[in-house]
């Protein structure tokens, strides 16, 4: 696998090398400088990284780590000689394969790229079986819609949706919101409003003020009890 390590201690770094040599693996870049991390992470793409919770006398790395969740799918192995409950548990909270102790131990680096291979394995399992497409009743026709082409889909009933595509073209299914957003079974697609899903890939605009999200001309409403997770998605420069 490729790993990419943040450390700023340059006996514990060494080390680290040496073990991820020795089990066969490749360091494709390091650095203890929080702002170049995110730079380089998001340029080499490494499958995982190994973050030193403490950087520069400051505890930085849970909150980098979670930047570089947003960004990516890269996994987290934190790497710490801080041992308290409270800093395990924050750390805990960006859904880390594991937590390491320094000097971080051959065989617990080896267990833990193990365990991160087997979750990337099975993240990209789920991925490929994804469905690319649904198939609407219409009579006695089942129209194939691609789930890319999807842009939203809303409810005014407990028990039927208006589905839009992107050729202006709306289907009216029998299912609530909630159960349509299961059937698309994908992480594009999110729900906004109790009686809105959206594909995320489509938002041309989102409006701080009225608090709503434009998808090709359409105004899609933003409940306050999704407004959390919305902005979650948000990558805001």
């Known amino acids: 696998m490729n790993i990419y390590v943040v450390e700023d201690e340059i006996?514990?770094?060494d080390d680290i090398l040496i073990t991820i040599k020795e089990l066969a693996?490749?360091?494709?870049?390091?650095?203890?400088d929080p702002f170049e991390v995110i730079e380089q992470v998001d340029a080499l793409k490494p499958d995982v990284v190994l973050m030193d919770i403490h950087l520069n006398g400051k505890k930085q790395g849970i909150s980098l780590a979670k930047k570089i969740k947003?960004?990516?799918n890269t996994q987290?192995?934190?790497?710490?000689?801080?041992i308290t409950t409270e800093v395990i548990s924050e750390a805990a909270d960006s859904d880390p394969i594991t937590y390491l102790t320094k000097p971080v131990n051959k065989t617990d680096l080896m267990a833990a790229l193990i365990l991160t291979k087997k979750k990337i394995e099975k993240t990209n399992t789920i991925k490929e079986t994804l469905p690319t497409e649904i198939f609407i009743k219409n009579r006695s026709k089942l129209i194939?819609?691609?789930?890319e082409s999807i842009l939203f889909a809303y409810t005014d009933t407990k028990n039927y949706c208006t589905i839009v595509t992107d050729d202006d073209k709306k289907f009216t299914v029998r299912n609530s919101i909630i159960g349509l957003q299961q059937l698309l079974a994908h992480e594009r697609f999110i729900q906004t409003h109790r009686a809105y899903i959206i594909n995320w890939r489509k938002v041309d605009v989102f409006y701080e003020g009225t608090?709503?999200?434009e998808i090709k001309g359409n105004t899609i409403p933003l409940g306050r009890s999704f407004k959390e997770h919305v902005y979650k998605r948000l990558k805001v420069i």
């Not at 987290?76 to 801080?82: A, F, P």
């Not at 194939?144 to 789930?147: F, G, H, L, R, V």
Request: net charge positive; proline share 4%; hydrophobic share 30%.
């Open 11 to 13: 006996i514990q770094l």
């Open 76 to 82: 987290i192995i934190y790497t710490s000689s801080d």
């Open 25 to 32: 693996h490749s360091c494709v870049g390091h650095s203890g």
């Open 70 to 72: 947003k960004l990516s």
């Open 144 to 147: 194939k819609i691609p789930i």
């Open 211 to 213: 608090q709503s999200i």
